[in-house]
């Protein structure tokens, strides 16, 4: 998943001589995609058709991913039986693994596909203001994880296997 930011607005007529731009923060795994969610969220939201509209610019942000942080996600989704709206929290470097994951939570937890979430709202909640339980007991003092490179074990005469299931080689 990636952030994109896409620029649109309604094209020029005697109507609408200087249309109004809007901005939405769209998140795709490509640019293809980015610009289709923003069609239809404008249309949704502005009844601007994509045949009376242009975009003008779309933007990949990249961010920086060097420190953990919290983000408060607020969605709207479709299910069989009608619209939901819910807020999640997840732990992540960036907002787009954060959108990643939240994803993949939905599509696991409440059987939503991409295409039945619409992302309302992604804000960076402090340590002291999280809500859900499964967040809030990674962001106390003193929470230690595992070193995530393998350690190397060295042999030891104990683990060498005494006999073996292949002939040797011997050279000729």
């Known amino acids: ?24 923060t769209i998140y795709a795994p490509n640019e293809i995609v980015a610009k289709s ?7 949704s939201l502005k009844k601007i058709k994509r045949t009376h509209g242009e975009i003008l610019d779309c933007q990949h942000i990249e961010e920086n991913g060097d420190f953990v942080k919290n983000f408060g996600v607020l969605l709207r989704y479709r299910s069989r039986v009608g619209q939901h709206n819910m807020y999640r929290e997840v732990r992540e470097t960036t907002s787009a693994r954060a959108m990643d994951k939240v994803y993949s939570e939905m599509a696991g937890q409440c059987r939503a596909r991409y295409h039945d979430i619409q992302i309302i709202n992604v804000k960076e909640v402090a340590d002291e203001d999280v809500r859900r339980e499964k967040v809030a007991m990674f962001t106390q003092k003193g929470v230690r994880f595992p070193h995530p490179c393998p350690y190397v074990h060295v042999k030891r005469a104990a683990r060498i296997a005494r006999f073996q299931d292949r002939a040797p080689h011997i050279p000729q």
């Open 1 to 24: 998943m990636q952030k994109y930011v896409v620029y649109g607005r309604r094209l020029p007529s005697e109507k609408f001589p200087e249309p109004e731009v809007f901005r939405m």
């Open 37 to 43: 969610r923003f069609w239809y969220h404008l249309k």
